[in-house]
């Protein structure tokens, strides 16, 4: 099993930026590909980042590119997910997630451990 806890959420203003941090833990080499998902009230979950613990891909929906980056740290067991010019629409439960299989990194259904969540506030 894997055990996955994030960090870093908060308020912020428009414009503002936040990192948030996922450390894994436990049989971290079943883990193949990191996922950033986050799910607003009342809406689906919906992907964020992803990024293989080996490789140099990276994968973002369409609204967050060239504001957010997603990087990891092999030896920390950790991936980050950097925020910048962040916006009201951006507010949400931000969960990091682990999948042992490389298959569509978009789809929440390919992860098998998720962690408890981190909640982004976004003022406008």
């Known amino acids: 099993q894997v055990q996955l806890v994030e960090s870093g959420g908060g308020l912020v203003q428009a414009g503002g930026s936040l990192r948030l941090s996922c450390a894994a833990s436990?049989?971290?080499?079943?883990?193949?590909?990191m996922g950033w998902f986050r799910q607003a009230p009342g809406k689906e979950r919906e992907f964020v980042a992803a990024?293989?613990?080996?490789?140099?891909?990276?994968y973002y929906r369409g609204s967050v590119k060239g504001r957010f980056t997603i990087s990891r740290d092999n030896v920390k067991n950790t991936v980050y997910l950097q925020m910048n010019g962040l916006k009201p629409e951006d507010t949400a439960v931000y969960y990091c997630?682990?999948?042992?299989?490389?298959?569509?990194?978009?789809?929440?259904?390919?992860?098998?451990?998720w962690g408890q969540g981190t909640q982004v506030t976004v003022s406008s």
């Open positions: 997630a682990s999948s042992r299989t490389y298959g569509v990194v978009s789809t929440w259904s390919e992860y098998d451990y």
């Open positions: 436990g049989r971290t080499f079943s883990s193949t590909v």
């Open positions: 990024i293989p613990w080996s490789g140099s891909n990276t």
